[in-house]
């Protein structure tokens, strides 16, 4: 292998591990970092990027080995190899202008696992309110005339949260579905 080969190897295992620790740091973007053309994977993180990059690089050194590589095709796969590890050296040292960038509100999302822990709450909820309402409706039914009134209001309060206690519900169950659906 000729040495510009072997400090290509080097170059990407060194922007693995910066893309690691870059994707940890700041975690997913709120939409793929690159253009379709230059990374097919179209990662929110750098760290497939790079995967690509070198499945890239791999491609050359295999099509050349065995012969296949012609002078148009090694053109291409090393434009675009040099392209790909460009703009991932890019966003690496961008790294500080992109913290002060304005988020995106799907940014912010949370993970899956806490959206199913926040349906299970709202599940608990919706359950308790049930009850209650079952409760001022017997206490209704129950009151006096000079309370009823008051009773009909603290039944209404009620039923009013739980109405939005279920419109909450429903809106992570939509996000849920929405988030299986796009992983």
């Given at each position: 292998m000729t040495p510009s080969f072997t400090q290509l190897e080097d170059k990407l295992e060194q922007l693995s591990?910066?893309?690691?620790?870059t994707d940890r740091q700041r975690g997913e973007h709120y939409q793929p970092l690159f253009d379709e053309r230059l990374f097919h994977c179209?990662?929110?993180?750098?760290?497939?990027?790079?995967?690509?990059?070198?499945?890239?690089?791999k491609t050359i050194v295999r099509e050349n080995e065995s012969g296949l590589l012609t002078a148009q095709r090694a053109e291409y796969l090393t434009e675009q190899l040099l392209a790909q590890i460009s703009a991932i050296q890019r966003e690496i040292s961008t790294q500080s202008i992109r913290k002060t960038e304005i988020k995106h509100s799907s940014h912010y999302r949370k993970p899956i696992n806490l959206l199913y822990q926040d349906l299970a709450q709202h599940q608990e909820w919706e359950s308790r309110?049930?009850?209650?309402?079952?409760?001022?409706e017997r206490t209704l039914a129950s009151a006096p005339h000079f309370q009823q009134q008051e009773a009909q209001k603290a039944l209404i309060v009620t039923e009013q949260r739980l109405e939005r206690c279920r419109a909450a519900k429903l809106k992570l169950e939509k996000q849920i579905t929405f988030r299986e659906r796009h992983q």
């Open positions: 591990l910066q893309a690691a620790q179209l990662s929110r993180l750098l760290t497939p990027c790079v995967e690509e990059a070198k499945n890239t690089y309110l049930m009850d209650m309402v079952r409760e001022k």
